[in-house]
């Protein structure tokens, strides 16, 4: 009878791929985030223009990382999950 050993790396590569699917879904939802309070912010009667371009900057930039993230970017899949996964997670708890 022969037994098999654990498959360390496909293992790894599966982690590494679910890592970066999430961290990819959380920038896109932070995007989602961004982009609601810049339409929020531009219906009300006194718009804050300061405050829109400062969303709109950091729209812009996440929308960047997004593009230019790639499997292998483990900086920004960290920055996705331990920067922007939090305060998304926060957001929604009410905290």
Known sequence: MATSLPRKDSETVTGRI?????ATETMT??????????????KITMPDQARIAALEEQC???VNERKAITFEDEALIRKALYVYAPFLKALRSGS
């Open 29 to 42: 939802d932070y995007i989602g985030y961004l982009r609601n309070e810049i339409r929020d912010e531009k």
């Open 60 to 62: 812009w930039a996440i």
């Open 18 to 22: 679910a890592r970066f699917e999430t």
